[in-house]
T-cell receptor, first 109, second 113 residues
């Protein structure tokens, strides 16, 4: 069965410091991994997906199949990065998306 | 304004009542979902519809019944509401399946008293 684990419920960093939000998964097939973000008073939205291999708002995430991880990283945190971040997994061709429990990131000015 | 819209935004009701939450998307997507976010912010899928056809029905009580009159709408009807049903319910849609990015509604905060 698929499972997404985000070990940190809360994460606080100072502005300008590097940030890493952890995500580990378990899935027997070839997963597709995503990061979703929910800013205060806004709807949940896609931040990035591993197959795009892109950087969005300075964030990157690399799929590490050996460690079954998809950690979200940013070298220099900004105050506007404060939000709730969800890691999510979908099996190839699957009609579903499983979410981790989320990590609330607070960037301290 | 292209989006996923769900109504109402807030719903406060008493135990035992029946209520509905409506969801509409004008993005031309084929797949729609209902997710439940509990007090711990955990998001869990409830239902998934593809072109009006039920694809996924997770372990949700029978009191929850989704209805999709057309592929742009997916409503959620809840019978005999219980205290444990209090949560934020999110509607979402995607072009095709879970591998396409999901677009979420703003959520409906249901409070059962």
């Amino acid at each position: 069965a698929q499972r997404v684990t985000q070990p940190e419920k809360l994460l606080s960093v100072f502005k300008g410091a590097p940030v890493e939000l952890k995500c580990n998964y378990s899935y027997s097939g070839s997963p597709e991994l995503f990061w979703y973000v929910q800013y205060s008073r806004q709807r949940l939205q896609l931040l990035l997906r591993h197959i795009s291999r892109e950087s969005i708002k300075g964030f990157t995430a690399d799929l590490n199949k050996g460690e079954t991880s998809f950690h979200l990283k940013k070298p220099f945190a900004q105050e506007e990065d404060s939000a709730m971040y969800y890691c999510a997994l979908s099996g190839t061709g699957a009609n579903n998306l499983f979410f981790g429990t989320g990590t609330r990131l607070t960037v301290i000015p | 304004d292209t989006a996923v819209s769900q109504t109402p935004k807030y719903l406060v009701t008493q135990m035992g009542n029946d209520k509905s939450i409506k969801c509409e998307q004008n993005l031309g997507h084929d797949t729609m979902y209902w997710y439940k976010q509990d007090s711990k912010k955990f998001l869990k899928i409830m239902f998934s519809y593809n072109n009006k056809e039920l694809i996924i029905n997770e372990t949700v009580p029978n009191r929850f019944s989704p209805k999709s009159p057309d592929k742009a709408h997916l409503n959620l009807h809840i019978n005999s509401l219980e205290l444990g049903d209090s949560a934020v319910y999110f509607c979402a849609s995607s072009l095709q399946g879970g591998n396409s990015p999901l677009h979420f509604g703003n959520g409906t905060r249901l409070t059962v008293t």
